[in-house]
């Protein structure tokens, strides 16, 4: 079965992005009802519908134990066995939530997900960040007009023609996206045109 580490994930460095990881998120599992004690489950990473990834985990009382193999840049395969604390705190609403405590050596911060490699950490330990984070200013307003031409039930492209006002959406809501979408379309194609060092 594959294993962690072996791929784009194993080299940790400021340039990686948390999509670029292999994730365990305690929310999906509390929803799942996977957190009792007792429960022994397993989460599988897929691509082109081949397995490439598993990770078997054992419930305990206020913690997990994860078990995986993981090999880095095509070496030897090496079997991790770990535990990772468990945190509550109560909900507005009743409940309480769960939270990893961050199994890294000096750390213990609580968080909702865990990224994978050699070990499973913190985004803050494996000092990654989060997609929209990298980011340029002519790629986020290009992503803004993009939502908002979706919204708008208009072809995608902002090079494309504005369409109409869909069916059943206010003229005031249908303004505002309209004044909305054309200030992140001038964004990003003055942003593009500074790019390219293009003069008008």
């Not at 990686?16 to 009802?33: A, H």
């Not at 945190?87 to 997900?113: E, I, S």
Request: with cysteine; proline share 4%.
């Amino acid at each position: 079965m594959g294993g962690f580490g072996s791929g784009r994930g194993s080299q940790y460095n400021a340039a990686n992005c948390t999509d670029d990881f292999r994730r365990l998120d305690v929310r999906r599992w509390q929803r799942e009802g996977l957190l009792k004690p007792g429960y022994t489950f397993s989460t599988n990473w897929t691509q082109s519908n081949a397995t490439v990834a598993q990770i078997v985990v054992r419930t305990e009382a206020d913690k997990l134990i994860l078990k995986y193999k993981h090999r880095r840049n095509g070496g030897e395969w090496k079997s991790e066995e770990y535990p990772v604390q468990l945190d509550w705190t109560p909900c507005t609403y009743g409940g309480r939530r769960a939270w990893f405590l961050c199994p890294a050596v000096g750390c213990g911060r609580r968080v909702a997900n865990l990224y994978g490699g050699t070990i499973f950490a913190c985004r803050h330990c494996h000092r990654l960040a989060y997609r929209s984070q990298r980011e340029t200013a002519e790629s986020r307003a290009i992503r803004r007009a993009g939502k908002i031409r979706a919204r708008l039930e208009w072809q995608p492209g902002i090079l494309n023609p504005a369409g109409g006002k869909p069916k059943g959406m206010r003229w005031k809501t249908y303004f505002q996206l309209l004044a909305e979408h054309n200030a992140a379309a001038n964004e990003s194609l003055a942003s593009m045109a500074r790019r390219l060092k293009i003069t008008f």
